[in-house]
């Protein structure tokens, strides 16, 4: 399965972006798909998950309420909605899957996926 991240840029605190992850290869609709970020000097972060088959979605405690992610399986894409950005979502934001399902989808090592990140900086 090959990731194609796009949608990042230069915003202000309070402003929405939205990310989208273009997926093809294998049998992409049995997969989970989700999002990880990593900003300057610090580890590779969990921030949402979209499960496969159950269309259940997970997210990480700081972005719950502001962040949204779905699954557009006409066009093989998952997006990442973002709003009310604050200065701390400022990081690389990397597109991810994996086939089926982990309960350990919080983890980075289990996702056989990754696409390249997208830069995503909040200005305050």
């Known amino acids: 399965v090959q990731l194609q991240a796009s949608g990042g840029g230069l915003v202000q605190a309070g402003d929405s972006l939205r990310l989208s992850c273009a997926t093809s290869?294998?049998?992409?609709?049995?997969?989970?798909l989700g999002w990880f970020r990593q900003a300057p000097g610090k580890e590779r972060e969990f921030v949402a998950a979209f499960r496969w088959p159950t269309s259940s979605t997970y997210y990480t405690d700081s972005v719950k309420g502001r962040f949204t992610i779905s699954r557009d399986k006409s066009k093989n894409t998952v997006y990442l909605q973002m709003n009310g950005l604050k200065s701390e979502d400022t990081a690389v934001y990397y597109c991810?899957?994996?086939?089926?399902?982990?309960?350990?989808?919080?983890?980075?090592?289990?996702?056989?996926?990754w696409g390249l990140g997208t830069q995503v900086t909040v200005s305050s």
């Open positions: 290869g294998g049998t992409s609709s049995s997969y989970s």
């Open positions: 991810v899957a994996r086939l089926n399902w982990s309960v350990q989808y919080y983890n980075p090592g289990q996702y056989e996926h």
